[in-house]
């Protein structure tokens, strides 16, 4: 048997959140075969319900959320969890909020949030957030969070680059930050999709040689470090190209070439 742990945004979904037809097809024949796919993402679990609603053809086996914060069975049981702590969330908030062209997403027992921003910027933003908190009520709040994410309103990846730095540079001692195109993602400490990953295979009994593992952006390098099978796209930045063992140009490409792998 063997598992795939997949990636979403840039990877299995476009940014329509569609799914390409042949992907779709590789996905349905790998599993048809007795394989598991693992989805491994960065978003919270109303994130990926949300996209995932058009495909009820593709059903996952394991779920990787929140960057590694969160995993879960097939039924959505949680294995796994790990949360922000209450009082570094409010010091990242009180921070981030400073940036005029940054937004600030993050989840709440199982429901997505946003900060409240100026009226532009929401409707630049559209339907993506549409629980919208006032910054009072959210500063005010001791709450922990199992991934806070920052978006760049501009897609301006070199203004997210910039607050990752200052994120790890901060806090660097609490959680774990990475740059995902023009999103940061923030998580708790020792934190990642490949600590999630491993935990997850030494608890169900997945051997590393039988893992495979797709992504496109920084936060899925700790995937490719727990496993020779790696792939990620032709169109990735260099520095995450340079990780990964194998490159492709789909999901589809990548399954064909594992479904003839010994």
Known sequence: MKYL???????????DDSIREEDVQAILRFKSEGNKLI???????????????????????????????VVLDKDDNVIYDNYIDAEIAKLIFKDIIEYKNMFVHFENEGIAYSIETEIEVKNQIGELFKNILPKEIVLNENRKYPIISVMAIDEDIKAAEEIKNKLIKNYGDRIEAFRNQFFVDIA???????IALKNLSDKIGIKLENLYVIGDSYNDISMFEITDKSFTFTYAEDGVKKQANNIV???????????VFN
């Open 188 to 194: 708790p400490k020792n934190c990642s999709k490949g």
């Open 249 to 259: 140009n789909s999901v589809a490409e990548c399954i064909n070439k594992i479904l």
């Open 39 to 69: 989805i491994s993402t960065g978003r919270p679990l109303e994130g990926i319900k949300r996209a995932l609603n058009n495909y009820p053809q593709i059903k996952y086996d394991y779920l990787v959320a929140c960057n590694g914060s």
């Open 5 to 15: 742990a997949s990636d979403l945004d840039g990877t299995l979904l476009q940014k």
